[in-house]
């Protein structure tokens, strides 16, 4: 299936042309994390969207300007070509307020307000990536997600350890979602979420199975 530039035509003809991109997030893909939020992971994959303007790539994360928690979960972000397979890989904070997400589920609302705020989808420098959506998990690649808050490794996974892989990821999309060249998709992060506070130092890596950095994050929180 090939996906040609996205379009948009609104009430007053506006035309946007290969600009609106995406974010497809897929949730409870590595198994520790489902459990560790007391969840149970899903049969298939499941996804919630943030827009494009929730992207930020360098600058400090902004958790007291925000009006509640704001918690980490780093991921392998992958940029799709026209063709919904990888055209380039980094490292993603999906930035959560875990507080609200946790009081709008209660409610059985959409907690968009949780997840789609501003700075919401913190990515790394892109590296190009023309291997196929399983090689990412691929053991012998043995792609792996580090997150240090203060100096102390506080998640870290091989990205074959992922239950719910980025090629089945794909496939379900594929299924329903109108996904355009250009869109990102996170891939899902493993355990060791949790809560940043101002002046917390962030460090986050994609790395390949040497140690060589592919993509990082190095910021602080304000």
């Not at 499941?46 to 991921?75: D, T, W």
């Not at 919401?120 to 240090?148: C, I, K, P, T």
Request: some cysteine.
């Amino acid at each position: 299936m090939v996906f040609d530039s996205c379009l948009w035509v609104g009430i007053d003809v506006l035309v946007l042309v290969g600009v609106i991109m995406a974010l497809w997030c897929a949730i409870r893909t590595f198994a520790k994390h489902a459990t560790e939020l007391g969840n149970q992971q899903p049969a298939k994959p499941v996804f919630f969207v943030k827009p494009n303007n929730c992207l930020q790539r360098n600058g400090h994360i902004m958790v007291s300007a925000h009006p509640g928690e704001v918690h980490h979960e780093v991921e392998c972000v992958v940029r799709l070509d026209q063709h919904a397979q990888p055209e380039a890989i980094a490292v993603g904070l999906d930035l959560t307020d875990r507080l609200t997400q946790g009081e709008l589920r209660s409610e059985q609302l959409p907690w968009t307000k949780g997840k789609c705020f501003k700075g919401s989808a913190y990515v790394g420098r892109f590296v190009e990536w023309d291997n196929s959506l399983e090689s990412l998990v691929d053991e012998q690649n043995n792609l792996s997600l580090h997150l240090w808050v203060n100096d102390t490794l506080v998640q870290s996974a091989r990205l074959s350890e992922m239950t719910i892989t980025p090629a089945a990821q794909r496939s379900e999309l594929l299924t329903w979602a109108p996904v355009c060249a250009g869109d990102y998709l996170f891939t899902g992060t493993p355990s060791g979420v949790g809560q940043l506070h101002p002046k917390d130092r962030v460090y986050a890596t994609l790395e390949s199975h040497d140690g060589t950095v592919l993509s990082f994050i190095d910021t602080q929180c304000d």
